[in-house]
Protein backbone atom coordinates (compact mmCIF):
# COMPACT_ATOMS: atom_id res chain seq x y z
CA UNK A 1 0.00 0.00 0.00
CA UNK A 2 1.62 3.23 -1.48
CA UNK A 3 1.09 6.68 0.36
CA UNK A 4 -0.01 9.27 -1.88
CA UNK A 5 0.30 13.22 -1.42
CA UNK A 6 -1.64 15.92 -2.55
CA UNK A 7 -0.39 19.15 -4.39
CA UNK A 8 -0.35 22.11 -5.90
CA UNK A 9 1.52 22.54 -9.24
CA UNK A 10 0.78 25.85 -11.40
CA UNK A 11 -2.25 26.05 -9.27
CA UNK A 12 -3.83 22.88 -10.72
CA UNK A 13 -4.08 20.13 -7.57
CA UNK A 14 -2.63 16.68 -8.22
CA UNK A 15 -3.07 13.01 -6.80
CA UNK A 16 0.54 11.79 -6.63
CA UNK A 17 2.60 8.59 -5.13
CA UNK A 18 5.02 9.40 -2.41
CA UNK A 19 7.74 7.38 -4.83
CA UNK A 20 7.16 10.08 -7.61
CA UNK A 21 6.06 12.86 -5.51
CA UNK A 22 9.97 12.94 -4.06
CA UNK A 23 11.28 11.69 -7.62
CA UNK A 24 9.60 15.06 -8.59
CA UNK A 25 10.98 17.19 -6.12
CA UNK A 26 14.44 16.07 -6.41
CA UNK A 27 13.87 16.98 -10.27
CA UNK A 28 12.65 20.27 -9.73
CA UNK A 29 15.46 21.40 -7.02
CA UNK A 30 17.90 20.19 -9.24
CA UNK A 31 16.15 22.89 -11.65
CA UNK A 32 15.63 25.53 -9.52
CA UNK A 33 19.67 24.80 -8.62
CA UNK A 34 20.89 25.08 -12.58
CA UNK A 35 19.14 28.27 -12.56
CA UNK A 36 20.85 30.02 -8.99
CA UNK A 37 22.18 33.06 -11.21
CA UNK A 38 20.27 33.32 -13.94
CA UNK A 39 18.40 36.25 -15.20
CA UNK A 40 14.58 36.05 -15.04
CA UNK A 41 14.93 32.35 -12.48
CA UNK A 42 11.60 32.95 -11.11
CA UNK A 43 9.89 33.16 -14.25
CA UNK A 44 11.54 30.50 -15.55
CA UNK A 45 10.56 28.09 -12.91
CA UNK A 46 7.04 29.14 -13.31
CA UNK A 47 7.02 28.56 -16.43
CA UNK A 48 8.70 25.00 -16.28
CA UNK A 49 5.90 23.96 -13.63
CA UNK A 50 3.33 25.15 -15.58
CA UNK A 51 4.67 23.16 -18.40
CA UNK A 52 4.98 20.29 -16.34
CA UNK A 53 1.47 20.70 -14.61
CA UNK A 54 -0.06 20.36 -18.62
CA UNK A 55 1.62 17.23 -19.44
CA UNK A 56 0.04 15.29 -16.06
CA UNK A 57 -2.97 16.57 -17.03
CA UNK A 58 -2.66 15.09 -20.10
CA UNK A 59 -1.83 12.05 -19.01
CA UNK A 60 -4.76 11.57 -16.33
CA UNK A 61 -7.73 9.82 -17.68
CA UNK A 62 -10.26 11.10 -14.50
CA UNK A 63 -9.78 13.65 -11.72
CA UNK A 64 -9.22 11.33 -9.27
CA UNK A 65 -6.27 9.58 -10.83
CA UNK A 66 -3.30 8.78 -8.98
CA UNK A 67 -0.13 9.96 -10.53
CA UNK A 68 2.79 7.00 -10.79
CA UNK A 69 6.66 7.49 -11.06
CA UNK A 70 6.06 6.27 -14.50
CA UNK A 71 4.19 9.79 -15.37
CA UNK A 72 6.82 11.25 -13.75
CA UNK A 73 9.79 9.78 -15.54
CA UNK A 74 7.61 10.59 -18.58
CA UNK A 75 7.36 14.24 -18.20
CA UNK A 76 11.41 13.94 -16.77
CA UNK A 77 12.05 12.73 -20.32
CA UNK A 78 10.10 14.88 -22.22
CA UNK A 79 11.39 18.02 -20.51
CA UNK A 80 15.33 16.83 -20.18
CA UNK A 81 17.45 16.67 -16.90
CA UNK A 82 18.54 19.73 -15.87
CA UNK A 83 22.13 19.13 -16.22
CA UNK A 84 22.21 19.18 -20.05
CA UNK A 85 21.47 22.64 -19.90
CA UNK A 86 24.03 23.66 -17.04
CA UNK A 87 25.25 26.56 -19.44
CA UNK A 88 26.12 30.22 -19.30
CA UNK A 89 24.08 32.86 -20.78
CA UNK A 90 26.55 33.01 -23.55
CA UNK A 91 25.77 29.75 -24.92
CA UNK A 92 22.24 30.83 -26.22
CA UNK A 93 24.18 32.01 -29.13
CA UNK A 94 25.07 28.49 -30.37
CA UNK A 95 23.18 25.77 -31.31
CA UNK A 96 22.22 23.85 -27.55
CA UNK A 97 23.04 20.42 -26.67
CA UNK A 98 19.82 18.54 -26.28
CA UNK A 99 20.03 14.81 -25.97
CA UNK A 100 16.19 14.31 -25.57
CA UNK A 101 14.52 16.39 -28.28
CA UNK A 102 11.22 15.33 -29.00
CA UNK A 103 9.09 16.77 -32.31
CA UNK A 104 6.36 19.18 -30.78
CA UNK A 105 2.83 19.77 -32.59
CA UNK A 106 1.49 23.00 -33.20
CA UNK A 107 -1.70 24.25 -32.20
CA UNK A 108 -3.58 27.82 -32.82
CA UNK A 109 -3.23 30.52 -30.73
CA UNK A 110 -3.40 34.22 -30.54
CA UNK A 111 0.00 36.01 -30.80
CA UNK A 112 -0.48 39.26 -29.26
CA UNK A 113 3.24 39.96 -28.74
CA UNK A 114 2.79 40.57 -32.25
CA UNK A 115 -0.62 41.71 -32.96
CA UNK A 116 -2.37 44.78 -34.82
CA UNK A 117 -5.78 43.76 -33.21
CA UNK A 118 -6.51 40.94 -31.15
CA UNK A 119 -3.28 37.98 -32.70
CA UNK A 120 -5.45 36.17 -34.67
CA UNK A 121 -3.55 36.84 -37.77
CA UNK A 122 -0.36 36.92 -35.63
CA UNK A 123 -1.38 33.06 -34.61
CA UNK A 124 -2.47 31.71 -37.88
CA UNK A 125 1.15 32.60 -39.21
CA UNK A 126 2.77 30.69 -36.47
CA UNK A 127 0.17 27.81 -37.33
CA UNK A 128 0.39 27.96 -40.91
CA UNK A 129 3.73 28.52 -41.61
CA UNK A 130 3.76 31.66 -43.28
CA UNK A 131 4.02 35.34 -42.74
CA UNK A 132 1.38 36.97 -40.67
CA UNK A 133 1.15 40.09 -43.62
CA UNK A 134 -0.01 37.41 -45.65
CA UNK A 135 -2.70 36.36 -43.10
CA UNK A 136 -3.87 39.68 -43.04
CA UNK A 137 -3.97 40.37 -46.19
CA UNK A 138 -6.30 37.92 -46.69
CA UNK A 139 -8.58 38.53 -44.36
CA UNK A 140 -8.64 42.04 -45.73
CA UNK A 141 -9.88 40.19 -49.30
CA UNK A 142 -12.03 37.77 -47.88
CA UNK A 143 -13.92 40.93 -45.79
CA UNK A 144 -14.19 43.08 -48.86
CA UNK A 145 -15.19 39.96 -51.15
CA UNK A 146 -17.68 39.01 -49.12
CA UNK A 147 -19.31 41.92 -48.24
CA UNK A 148 -17.87 41.83 -44.64
CA UNK A 149 -18.75 38.15 -43.63
CA UNK A 150 -15.40 37.71 -43.13
CA UNK A 151 -15.44 40.10 -40.28
CA UNK A 152 -17.93 37.86 -38.09
CA UNK A 153 -15.48 34.82 -38.76
CA UNK A 154 -12.73 37.08 -37.42
CA UNK A 155 -14.27 38.00 -34.57
CA UNK A 156 -15.58 34.89 -33.47
CA UNK A 157 -11.80 33.63 -33.99
CA UNK A 158 -10.95 36.21 -31.90
CA UNK A 159 -13.35 34.86 -29.14
CA UNK A 160 -12.67 31.45 -29.10
CA UNK A 161 -8.89 30.90 -29.94
CA UNK A 162 -7.02 31.37 -26.33
CA UNK A 163 -4.29 33.64 -26.18
CA UNK A 164 -0.44 32.35 -26.09
CA UNK A 165 0.18 33.78 -22.25
CA UNK A 166 2.54 31.48 -20.91
CA UNK A 167 6.04 30.75 -22.31
CA UNK A 168 5.11 27.03 -23.64
CA UNK A 169 1.60 28.42 -25.12
CA UNK A 170 4.07 30.49 -27.32
CA UNK A 171 6.56 27.86 -27.73
CA UNK A 172 3.86 25.41 -28.68
CA UNK A 173 2.42 27.99 -31.03
CA UNK A 174 5.45 28.49 -33.04
CA UNK A 175 5.81 24.31 -32.82
CA UNK A 176 8.86 24.26 -30.97
CA UNK A 177 9.07 21.91 -28.34
CA UNK A 178 8.57 22.50 -24.70
CA UNK A 179 11.37 21.59 -22.48
CA UNK A 180 13.85 23.49 -20.43
CA UNK A 181 16.18 24.85 -22.65
CA UNK A 182 13.72 26.16 -25.08
CA UNK A 183 11.63 27.79 -21.93
CA UNK A 184 14.75 29.31 -20.31
CA UNK A 185 15.61 30.21 -23.91
CA UNK A 186 12.49 32.20 -24.77
CA UNK A 187 12.45 34.53 -21.77
CA UNK A 188 16.06 35.27 -21.69
CA UNK A 189 14.90 35.74 -25.27
CA UNK A 190 12.44 38.33 -24.02
CA UNK A 191 14.26 39.81 -21.10
CA UNK A 192 17.11 41.08 -23.49
CA UNK A 193 14.99 42.02 -26.45
CA UNK A 194 16.33 39.56 -29.10
CA UNK A 195 13.25 38.33 -30.54
CA UNK A 196 15.12 38.61 -34.23
CA UNK A 197 16.82 35.31 -33.35
CA UNK A 198 13.82 33.68 -32.81
CA UNK A 199 12.51 35.21 -36.42
CA UNK A 200 15.93 33.90 -37.68
CA UNK A 201 15.24 30.00 -36.81
CA UNK A 202 16.24 28.87 -40.26
CA UNK A 203 13.02 26.24 -40.23
CA UNK A 204 13.99 25.19 -43.47
CA UNK A 205 17.14 23.27 -42.37
CA UNK A 206 15.23 21.73 -39.73
CA UNK A 207 12.67 20.52 -41.58
CA UNK A 208 15.82 18.80 -43.96
CA UNK A 209 16.83 16.93 -40.89
CA UNK A 210 13.54 15.92 -39.71
CA UNK A 211 13.24 14.35 -43.60
CA UNK A 212 16.82 13.29 -43.80
CA UNK A 213 16.57 11.50 -40.74
CA UNK A 214 16.40 7.41 -40.96
CA UNK A 215 12.76 6.24 -41.53
CA UNK A 216 11.39 3.12 -42.86
CA UNK A 217 9.90 2.86 -45.81
CA UNK A 218 6.19 1.71 -43.88
CA UNK A 219 6.61 5.16 -41.90
CA UNK A 220 7.13 7.23 -44.37
CA UNK A 221 3.87 5.60 -46.25
CA UNK A 222 1.82 6.18 -42.93
CA UNK A 223 2.76 10.18 -42.42
CA UNK A 224 1.77 10.62 -46.03
CA UNK A 225 -1.57 8.72 -45.51
CA UNK A 226 -2.10 10.81 -41.75
CA UNK A 227 -1.07 13.71 -43.89
CA UNK A 228 -4.11 12.90 -46.29
CA UNK A 229 -6.42 12.04 -43.50
CA UNK A 230 -5.55 15.72 -41.58
CA UNK A 231 -5.71 17.72 -44.92
CA UNK A 232 -9.11 16.31 -45.77
CA UNK A 233 -10.30 16.92 -42.42
CA UNK A 234 -8.97 20.19 -42.21
CA UNK A 235 -11.13 20.59 -45.47
CA UNK A 236 -14.26 19.10 -43.91
CA UNK A 237 -13.51 21.94 -40.89
CA UNK A 238 -13.27 25.17 -43.38
CA UNK A 239 -16.97 24.21 -45.23
CA UNK A 240 -18.44 23.99 -42.07
CA UNK A 241 -17.26 26.53 -41.07
CA UNK A 242 -18.18 28.91 -43.95
CA UNK A 243 -21.87 27.14 -44.70
CA UNK A 244 -22.11 27.36 -40.76
CA UNK A 245 -21.20 31.34 -40.53
CA UNK A 246 -22.77 32.01 -44.08
CA UNK A 247 -25.68 30.99 -42.38
CA UNK A 248 -26.20 32.57 -39.24
CA UNK A 249 -24.96 35.55 -40.59
CA UNK A 250 -28.35 35.80 -42.94
CA UNK A 251 -30.14 34.36 -40.13
CA UNK A 252 -29.03 37.53 -38.19
CA UNK A 253 -29.90 39.40 -40.98
CA UNK A 254 -33.26 38.47 -41.76
CA UNK A 255 -33.96 38.52 -37.78
CA UNK A 256 -33.19 42.08 -37.50
CA UNK A 257 -35.18 42.87 -40.81
CA UNK A 258 -38.53 40.89 -40.02
CA UNK A 259 -38.15 41.51 -36.46
CA UNK A 260 -38.63 45.35 -36.99
CA UNK A 261 -41.26 44.83 -39.78
CA UNK A 262 -44.19 45.34 -36.06
CA UNK A 263 -42.54 48.24 -34.94
CA UNK A 264 -41.43 50.36 -38.65
CA UNK A 265 -43.11 50.07 -42.28
CA UNK A 266 -41.36 48.50 -44.37
CA UNK A 267 -42.22 48.47 -47.97
CA UNK A 268 -43.49 44.88 -49.16
CA UNK A 269 -43.65 43.16 -45.75
CA UNK A 270 -47.52 44.00 -45.76
CA UNK A 271 -48.11 40.60 -47.52
CA UNK A 272 -46.37 39.05 -44.52
CA UNK A 273 -49.04 40.61 -42.39
CA UNK A 274 -51.93 39.98 -44.65
CA UNK A 275 -50.88 36.22 -44.49
CA UNK A 276 -50.95 36.28 -40.46
CA UNK A 277 -53.85 35.08 -40.11
CA UNK A 278 -53.07 33.92 -36.17
CA UNK A 279 -51.44 37.54 -35.60
CA UNK A 280 -48.85 35.60 -34.06
CA UNK A 281 -46.04 39.03 -33.64
CA UNK A 282 -43.57 38.57 -36.53
CA UNK A 283 -40.98 39.48 -34.11
CA UNK A 284 -41.51 36.70 -32.25
CA UNK A 285 -41.87 33.84 -35.64
CA UNK A 286 -38.38 35.37 -36.55
CA UNK A 287 -36.69 35.13 -33.29
CA UNK A 288 -37.92 31.32 -32.81
CA UNK A 289 -37.12 30.66 -36.32
CA UNK A 290 -33.38 32.19 -35.51
CA UNK A 291 -32.68 29.74 -32.70
CA UNK A 292 -34.93 26.82 -33.81
CA UNK A 293 -32.09 26.94 -37.30
CA UNK A 294 -29.83 29.15 -35.95
CA UNK A 295 -28.43 26.95 -32.94
CA UNK A 296 -27.84 24.02 -34.95
CA UNK A 297 -25.57 25.65 -37.67
CA UNK A 298 -23.80 27.33 -34.66
CA UNK A 299 -22.77 23.75 -33.21
CA UNK A 300 -22.03 22.93 -36.94
CA UNK A 301 -19.38 26.15 -37.04
CA UNK A 302 -18.05 25.21 -33.65
CA UNK A 303 -17.63 21.60 -35.08
CA UNK A 304 -15.71 23.32 -38.20
CA UNK A 305 -13.57 25.03 -35.56
CA UNK A 306 -12.84 22.09 -33.51
CA UNK A 307 -11.62 20.60 -36.56
CA UNK A 308 -8.93 22.97 -37.28
CA UNK A 309 -7.49 24.17 -34.29
CA UNK A 310 -6.59 21.12 -31.81
CA UNK A 311 -6.75 23.86 -28.88
CA UNK A 312 -10.02 25.48 -29.23
CA UNK A 313 -11.54 26.59 -25.88
CA UNK A 314 -15.04 24.65 -24.69
CA UNK A 315 -18.12 26.52 -24.49
CA UNK A 316 -18.24 24.87 -21.31
CA UNK A 317 -21.11 22.03 -20.55
CA UNK A 318 -23.58 25.36 -18.77
CA UNK A 319 -23.47 26.75 -22.21
CA UNK A 320 -24.06 23.72 -24.53
CA UNK A 321 -26.97 22.54 -22.51
CA UNK A 322 -28.86 26.27 -22.21
CA UNK A 323 -28.68 26.08 -26.25
CA UNK A 324 -30.03 23.15 -26.33
CA UNK A 325 -33.14 23.74 -24.26
CA UNK A 326 -33.10 27.06 -26.23
CA UNK A 327 -33.65 24.63 -29.44
CA UNK A 328 -36.36 22.97 -28.13
CA UNK A 329 -38.30 25.85 -27.17
CA UNK A 330 -37.98 26.98 -30.24
CA UNK A 331 -39.08 24.28 -32.25
CA UNK A 332 -42.12 23.81 -29.89
CA UNK A 333 -42.48 27.66 -30.01
CA UNK A 334 -42.83 26.94 -33.88
CA UNK A 335 -45.16 24.29 -33.51
CA UNK A 336 -47.33 26.21 -31.71
CA UNK A 337 -47.41 29.22 -34.16
CA UNK A 338 -48.23 26.50 -37.28
CA UNK A 339 -50.72 24.59 -35.70
CA UNK A 340 -52.73 28.04 -34.88
CA UNK A 341 -51.66 29.12 -38.48
CA UNK A 342 -53.02 26.08 -39.61
CA UNK A 343 -56.33 26.10 -37.48
CA UNK A 344 -57.07 29.54 -39.48
CA UNK A 345 -57.75 27.74 -42.65
CA UNK A 346 -59.47 24.54 -40.89
CA UNK A 347 -63.48 25.74 -42.06
CA UNK A 348 -64.42 26.82 -45.23
CA UNK A 349 -67.69 28.12 -45.82
CA UNK A 350 -69.93 30.68 -48.24
CA UNK A 351 -72.54 32.79 -48.91
CA UNK A 352 -74.39 32.65 -51.85
CA UNK A 353 -76.98 36.03 -53.31
CA UNK A 354 -79.07 35.39 -56.64
CA UNK A 355 -80.25 38.08 -58.19
CA UNK A 356 -83.00 38.57 -61.53
CA UNK A 357 -81.22 39.95 -64.76
CA UNK A 358 -83.68 41.61 -66.93
CA UNK A 359 -82.72 39.65 -70.20
CA UNK A 360 -85.33 37.63 -71.96
CA UNK A 361 -85.00 34.77 -74.71
CA UNK A 362 -85.31 37.53 -77.43
CA UNK A 363 -82.48 39.69 -75.62
CA UNK A 364 -78.79 39.54 -76.99
CA UNK A 365 -76.71 39.82 -73.81
CA UNK A 366 -73.12 41.61 -74.11
CA UNK A 367 -70.97 40.29 -71.51
CA UNK A 368 -67.99 41.92 -70.31
CA UNK A 369 -65.32 41.87 -67.38
CA UNK A 370 -64.28 45.29 -65.81
CA UNK A 371 -61.29 46.00 -63.85
CA UNK A 372 -60.53 49.15 -61.40
CA UNK A 373 -57.84 51.37 -62.97
CA UNK A 374 -57.12 52.14 -59.27
CA UNK A 375 -56.01 48.62 -58.26
CA UNK A 376 -54.91 47.36 -61.52
CA UNK A 377 -54.60 48.31 -65.38
CA UNK A 378 -54.92 44.20 -66.05
CA UNK A 379 -57.82 42.16 -66.81
CA UNK A 380 -57.07 38.74 -65.93
CA UNK A 381 -58.32 36.36 -64.10
CA UNK A 382 -55.16 35.16 -61.08
CA UNK A 383 -56.03 32.08 -59.22
CA UNK A 384 -53.88 32.58 -56.24
CA UNK A 385 -51.34 35.70 -55.72
CA UNK A 386 -53.05 38.32 -53.70
CA UNK A 387 -52.49 42.37 -53.69
CA UNK A 388 -52.69 45.13 -51.28
CA UNK A 389 -54.26 48.39 -52.46
CA UNK A 390 -56.16 51.76 -50.77
CA UNK A 391 -59.29 53.00 -52.31
CA UNK A 392 -60.56 56.41 -52.76
CA UNK A 393 -61.11 56.63 -48.68
CA UNK A 394 -57.29 55.63 -48.14
CA UNK A 395 -58.18 52.33 -46.13
CA UNK A 396 -55.95 49.52 -47.17
CA UNK A 397 -57.32 46.60 -48.85
CA UNK A 398 -56.88 42.65 -50.14
CA UNK A 399 -57.01 42.42 -53.79
CA UNK A 400 -57.80 39.26 -55.77
CA UNK A 401 -58.75 38.75 -59.14
CA UNK A 402 -59.52 34.68 -57.98
CA UNK A 403 -63.08 35.29 -59.79
CA UNK A 404 -64.63 32.17 -61.62
CA UNK A 405 -67.42 32.46 -64.29
CA UNK A 406 -69.72 30.07 -65.16
CA UNK A 407 -72.42 30.02 -67.96
CA UNK A 408 -75.73 27.64 -67.90
CA UNK A 409 -78.84 27.84 -69.57
CA UNK A 410 -82.21 27.66 -67.95
CA UNK A 411 -85.85 27.35 -69.17
CA UNK A 412 -86.80 30.52 -67.08
CA UNK A 413 -88.62 33.37 -68.45
CA UNK A 414 -85.66 35.84 -67.49
CA UNK A 415 -82.21 35.61 -66.56
CA UNK A 416 -80.52 35.44 -63.15
CA UNK A 417 -77.13 35.32 -61.35
CA UNK A 418 -75.65 33.83 -58.56
CA UNK A 419 -72.59 34.70 -56.65
CA UNK A 420 -71.21 33.05 -54.22
CA UNK A 421 -68.27 33.89 -51.78
CA UNK A 422 -66.25 31.96 -50.36
CA UNK A 423 -63.39 32.14 -47.48
CA UNK A 424 -61.91 30.14 -44.86
CA UNK A 425 -61.66 30.36 -41.00
CA UNK A 426 -61.32 28.86 -37.22
CA UNK A 427 -64.50 27.83 -37.53
CA UNK A 428 -67.67 27.37 -39.35
CA UNK A 429 -69.11 31.01 -38.07
CA UNK A 430 -65.54 33.00 -38.52
CA UNK A 431 -64.93 30.99 -42.40
CA UNK A 432 -69.09 32.29 -43.39
CA UNK A 433 -68.43 36.05 -41.38
CA UNK A 434 -65.11 36.98 -43.41
CA UNK A 435 -67.02 35.69 -46.63
CA UNK A 436 -69.48 38.00 -46.05
CA UNK A 437 -67.33 40.51 -46.08
CA UNK A 438 -66.13 40.25 -49.27
CA UNK A 439 -66.79 42.81 -51.92
CA UNK A 440 -67.83 42.15 -55.23
CA UNK A 441 -70.24 43.94 -57.73
CA UNK A 442 -71.58 44.20 -60.87
CA UNK A 443 -73.25 46.24 -63.70
CA UNK A 444 -76.16 45.95 -66.33
CA UNK A 445 -77.09 48.66 -68.32
CA UNK A 446 -79.10 47.89 -71.40
CA UNK A 447 -78.27 44.45 -72.07
CA UNK A 448 -74.69 45.15 -71.55
CA UNK A 449 -73.26 42.98 -68.27
CA UNK A 450 -70.05 44.04 -66.68
CA UNK A 451 -68.84 41.82 -64.53
CA UNK A 452 -66.01 43.17 -61.85
CA UNK A 453 -62.68 41.30 -62.87
CA UNK A 454 -61.69 41.22 -58.70
CA UNK A 455 -63.05 41.38 -55.24
CA UNK A 456 -61.53 42.73 -52.21
CA UNK A 457 -62.29 42.77 -48.54
CA UNK A 458 -60.66 44.41 -45.37
CA UNK A 459 -57.19 44.13 -44.32
CA UNK A 460 -57.91 43.31 -41.21
CA UNK A 461 -59.69 40.31 -42.26
CA UNK A 462 -56.57 38.96 -43.54
CA UNK A 463 -55.76 36.64 -46.29
CA UNK A 464 -57.70 33.06 -46.01
CA UNK A 465 -58.34 32.20 -49.30
CA UNK A 466 -60.71 34.57 -50.15
CA UNK A 467 -62.97 33.88 -53.79
CA UNK A 468 -65.84 34.59 -56.10
CA UNK A 469 -67.84 32.29 -58.28
CA UNK A 470 -70.14 33.62 -60.78
CA UNK A 471 -73.14 31.87 -62.12
CA UNK A 472 -75.18 33.54 -65.03
CA UNK A 473 -78.09 31.75 -66.45
CA UNK A 474 -79.68 32.70 -69.32
CA UNK A 475 -83.44 31.75 -71.06
CA UNK A 476 -82.88 29.13 -73.52
CA UNK A 477 -83.24 31.31 -76.92
CA UNK A 478 -81.22 34.65 -75.43
CA UNK A 479 -78.33 35.44 -77.79
CA UNK A 480 -74.74 35.88 -75.75
CA UNK A 481 -72.15 37.71 -77.06
CA UNK A 482 -68.68 37.35 -74.75
CA UNK A 483 -65.92 39.78 -74.78
CA UNK A 484 -62.36 38.11 -75.09
CA UNK A 485 -61.55 39.57 -72.14
CA UNK A 486 -63.89 36.59 -70.52
CA UNK A 487 -61.54 34.09 -71.80
CA UNK A 488 -59.30 33.30 -68.92
CA UNK A 489 -62.11 33.58 -66.34
CA UNK A 490 -64.30 30.48 -67.58
CA UNK A 491 -61.36 28.10 -68.20
CA UNK A 492 -62.05 25.46 -66.20
CA UNK A 493 -63.59 21.88 -66.44
CA UNK A 494 -66.60 20.13 -67.10
CA UNK A 495 -67.53 19.66 -63.41
CA UNK A 496 -68.79 23.21 -63.32
CA UNK A 497 -71.25 22.57 -66.52
CA UNK A 498 -70.10 25.11 -67.91
CA UNK A 499 -71.49 25.92 -71.50
CA UNK A 500 -69.50 28.24 -72.51
CA UNK A 501 -66.10 27.16 -73.75
CA UNK A 502 -62.74 28.57 -74.84
CA UNK A 503 -62.33 30.34 -78.18
CA UNK A 504 -66.17 31.04 -78.10
CA UNK A 505 -65.66 34.54 -77.04
CA UNK A 506 -66.16 37.43 -79.76
CA UNK A 507 -68.99 35.60 -81.47
CA UNK A 508 -72.85 36.05 -81.11
CA UNK A 509 -74.01 32.76 -79.34
CA UNK A 510 -77.96 31.02 -79.52
CA UNK A 511 -78.51 29.45 -75.90
CA UNK A 512 -79.75 25.93 -76.60
CA UNK A 513 -80.58 23.45 -74.02
CA UNK A 514 -77.04 23.35 -72.30
CA UNK A 515 -75.07 24.12 -75.14
CA UNK A 516 -74.30 27.48 -77.30
CA UNK A 517 -74.75 27.64 -81.12
CA UNK A 518 -72.35 29.60 -83.04
CA UNK A 519 -74.66 31.97 -85.07
CA UNK A 520 -71.81 34.19 -87.34
CA UNK A 521 -69.32 31.44 -87.00
CA UNK A 522 -67.50 31.01 -90.27
CA UNK A 523 -69.88 28.25 -92.55
CA UNK A 524 -66.80 28.01 -94.58
CA UNK A 525 -64.91 26.21 -92.63
CA UNK A 526 -64.92 22.28 -92.82
CA UNK A 527 -66.68 20.46 -89.89
CA UNK A 528 -64.60 16.88 -89.84
CA UNK A 529 -66.46 14.33 -87.93
CA UNK A 530 -64.35 11.61 -86.75
CA UNK A 531 -65.25 8.39 -85.32
CA UNK A 532 -63.91 4.91 -84.71
CA UNK A 533 -65.84 1.87 -85.55
CA UNK A 534 -64.60 -1.34 -84.31
CA UNK A 535 -65.42 -4.69 -86.68
CA UNK A 536 -64.14 -8.17 -85.85
CA UNK A 537 -60.53 -8.13 -84.42
CA UNK A 538 -59.64 -4.59 -85.97
CA UNK A 539 -60.11 -1.14 -85.75
CA UNK A 540 -60.19 1.72 -88.26
CA UNK A 541 -61.19 5.30 -88.47
CA UNK A 542 -64.21 6.73 -90.56
CA UNK A 543 -63.87 10.71 -91.50
CA UNK A 544 -67.13 12.03 -92.75
CA UNK A 545 -68.70 8.51 -93.38
CA UNK A 546 -65.42 7.14 -95.20
CA UNK A 547 -65.02 10.13 -97.13
CA UNK A 548 -62.81 14.09 -96.70
CA UNK A 549 -63.29 16.52 -99.22
CA UNK A 550 -61.69 20.05 -98.84
CA UNK A 551 -61.29 22.48 -101.73
CA UNK A 552 -60.27 26.06 -102.43
CA UNK A 553 -59.32 28.41 -105.05
CA UNK A 554 -55.75 26.61 -105.46
CA UNK A 555 -55.59 24.02 -102.99
CA UNK A 556 -57.50 21.01 -102.81
CA UNK A 557 -57.47 17.44 -99.96
CA UNK A 558 -59.54 14.58 -100.77
CA UNK A 559 -59.47 11.31 -98.61
CA UNK A 560 -61.86 8.52 -98.82
CA UNK A 561 -61.87 4.38 -99.24
CA UNK A 562 -59.45 5.17 -102.41
CA UNK A 563 -56.72 6.94 -100.73
CA UNK A 564 -55.39 10.61 -99.99
CA UNK A 565 -54.93 13.20 -103.09
CA UNK A 566 -53.83 16.58 -102.06
CA UNK A 567 -53.17 19.43 -104.32
CA UNK A 568 -51.37 22.21 -104.21
CA UNK A 569 -50.15 25.26 -106.73
CA UNK A 570 -47.40 23.57 -107.82
CA UNK A 571 -47.18 19.61 -106.16
CA UNK A 572 -49.83 16.98 -106.45
CA UNK A 573 -48.85 14.04 -103.99
CA UNK A 574 -51.25 10.58 -104.41
CA UNK A 575 -51.34 7.88 -101.98
CA UNK A 576 -53.35 4.93 -102.59
CA UNK A 577 -52.74 0.98 -103.14
CA UNK A 578 -50.04 1.57 -105.39
CA UNK A 579 -47.99 3.46 -103.25
CA UNK A 580 -46.87 7.36 -102.76
CA UNK A 581 -46.50 9.29 -105.80
CA UNK A 582 -45.44 12.79 -106.08
CA UNK A 583 -45.13 15.48 -109.05
CA UNK A 584 -44.90 18.54 -110.26
CA UNK A 585 -47.88 20.69 -112.09
CA UNK A 586 -44.53 22.02 -113.81
CA UNK A 587 -43.77 18.65 -115.47
Not at 222 to 249: H, Q, R
Not at 343 to 357: G, M, P, S, Y
Request: proline share 2%; with cysteine; glycine share 6%.
Amino acid sequence: MNKTVNINLAGTFFHIDEDAYLKLQRYLEAIKRSFTDAQGRSEIIADIEARIAELFVERMKHDKQVISSKEVDDVINIMGQPEDYLVDEEIFEDEPKNTHTRRSTKKLYRDTDNSYIGGVSSGLGHYLGIDAVWVRLLWILLAIGSGGTFILIYILFWILVPEAVSTADKLTMTGEPVNITNIEKKIRDGIDNVSETVKNVDYQKYGNKVKSSSKSFFDTLGDVAMFCLKLFAKFIGVMLILIGASTLIGLLIGLFTFGISDFAHIPGFDFIDASNAANTPVWLTSLLAFFAIGIPFFFLFYLGLKILINNLKSIGNVAKFSLLGLWVLAIVGLIIIGIRQAREHAFDANVTKTETLQITQQDTLYLKMQGNTLYSNKVYRNHNPYKLVYNESDEKLIYSSDVRLIVKSTKDSLASIRIEKTAEGSNYKAARDRASEIDYGYTLHKNNLKLNAYHTTAFKNKFRDQEVEVTLYLPEGTVLYADDNTYSFHRNSSYYNDILHNDMEEHYLKVMDDELECLDCNKDNYEVNIRIEEKDDHSRVIINDDSLDIKNEENSLKINNKGINANSENVRVKIDNNGVNISSKKE
